[in-house]
């Protein structure tokens, strides 16, 4: 099988995929607002009370980017396990395509849509006077730290949704979502917290790219040594999850 073949496979997936948007346009507005709105309110509700070095908006703002990529994980189960329970996963699996093109047309669309709204996020931490101070090239390589977390997140969230094949467990999952977002450094340094609740969070992947991304944007609660870690671990869970997840899909129906 040609590479061209393959690619072309994956892109009429994708495009299968962004054909949604255009019939569901408010879902896609929600997952762009929502995000927004959790900002807003930590902004200068929730965070009135909150002290670290420097404006708590510029400490808040890369916290709430990496968190934005860890949550949504609910929207790839949901359109997974429904394109299972209709058997449209069914029948692409019965035509002459590329083993996985579904999965990779669903990754690549959600890698577009998570683009979108980090972008909408940055404009909107721009808005509310959050600066980026490191420079071009490291506020680039923040942005790709937050958009590699993401793509780990997402292989999670398809190798659950293969596994559970319901809608209705989704919201199960969504429940262990909120808490593994919120235990990390998004949005209070783990130096105000108990000692063996600091280290749990210090632990929690989500708080090595919160914490590398602000370095890079040369904002409050950065720390050197910790870009690697950003890399490292959601490659550690790209080599776990993506693997698992192809081999499930290569089980369905047998």
């Given at each position: 099988m040609s590479v061209a073949y393959v690619v072309s496979d994956c892109w009429t997936m994708t495009r299968r995929e962004l054909a949604h948007w255009a019939r569901q346009p408010v879902q896609v507005l929600v997952g762009l607002v929502f995000p927004v709105m959790m900002l807003l309110m930590f902004g200068y509700l929730v965070g009135g009370g909150r002290t670290v070095d420097g404006d708590y908006v510029d400490y808040l703002v890369p916290g709430m980017l990496t968190l934005t990529m860890v949550f949504g994980l609910e929207?790839?189960?949901?359109?997974?396990?429904?394109?299972l329970n209709k058997g449209v996963i069914d029948r692409f699996r019965a035509m002459p395509m590329t083993d996985g093109a579904v999965l990779v047309g669903r990754a690549a669309a959600d890698m577009l849509q998570s683009a979108a709204g980090l972008l909408v996020m940055v404009g909107v931490g721009y808005a509310i006077g959050w600066r980026a101070s490191g420079g071009a090239g490291s506020t680039l390589g923040a942005l790709?730290?937050?958009?590699?977390?993401?793509?780990?997140?997402?292989?999670?969230?398809?190798?659950?949704?293969?596994?559970?094949?319901r809608a209705e467990l989704v919201q199960a999952v969504q429940i262990l979502v909120w808490p593994v977002g919120f235990l990390s450094n998004a949005f209070a340094s783990p130096d105000s917290m108990p000692g063996w609740l600091g280290t749990v969070v210090e632990w929690n992947p989500m708080s090595a790219t919160a914490t590398a991304v602000r370095e890079l944007f040369g904002n409050p609660g950065g720390e050197p040594g910790h870009v690697m870690a950003a890399v490292v671990w959601p490659l550690v869970l790209l080599a776990v999850f993506f693997p698992l997840a192809v081999r499930r899909f290569g089980r369905l129906g047998k």
């Open positions: 929207g790839t189960m949901t359109a997974v396990t429904q394109d790709g730290l937050l958009l590699l977390l993401r793509f780990a997140m997402l292989w999670i969230g398809i190798f659950l949704a293969l596994v559970a094949g």
